[in-house]
């Protein structure tokens, strides 16, 4: 969300309500705008730290001493191949949605 000069609100000093002078309320926006222009890039961080955490907990299944099967071979490169399959700020939403107990709700991140 972009926002103007006019929706910042006033700063406080010492409790009291003090109006910023233009220069003041443009700095403002400007950090404000750019911080949210990288909203796409924080989402995707998040992603690949869900993605590193599932790939840690299943790194036991692809030991040597391990047979891993065909399934969790796809599903593990499914998941290292989510960078490139996912590249929009809407797609990086499907893959953080969450159900009402905080599960994860995209099916990528379901086990076989």
């Given at each position: 969300?972009t926002?103007t ?7 406080f ?16 926006v ?9 909203s796409?890039?924080r989402?995707?961080?998040q ?5 590193l955490?599932?790939?840690i ?5 692809a030991?040597s ?12 490169k ?5 960078p ?6 809407s ?7 969450r ?8 099916s ?5």
């Amino acid at each position: 969300m972009t926002i103007t000069k006019d929706d910042i609100a006033p700063k406080f000093v010492n409790g009291v309500a003090v109006e910023m002078t233009e220069e003041e309320k443009q700095a403002r926006v400007d950090e404000w705008n750019a911080w949210e222009s990288k909203s796409g890039e924080r989402k995707l961080e998040q992603v690949k730290k869900i993605r590193l955490q599932k790939l840690i907990e299943t790194d036991y299944l692809a030991l040597s001493d391990v047979v891993l099967s065909d399934a969790w071979k796809d599903k593990r490169k499914s998941w290292r191949d989510i960078p490139q399959d996912f590249t929009t700020e809407s797609q990086y939403d499907l893959l953080l949605a969450r159900d009402s107990d905080g599960k994860l709700t995209h099916s990528v991140w379901s086990k076989p």
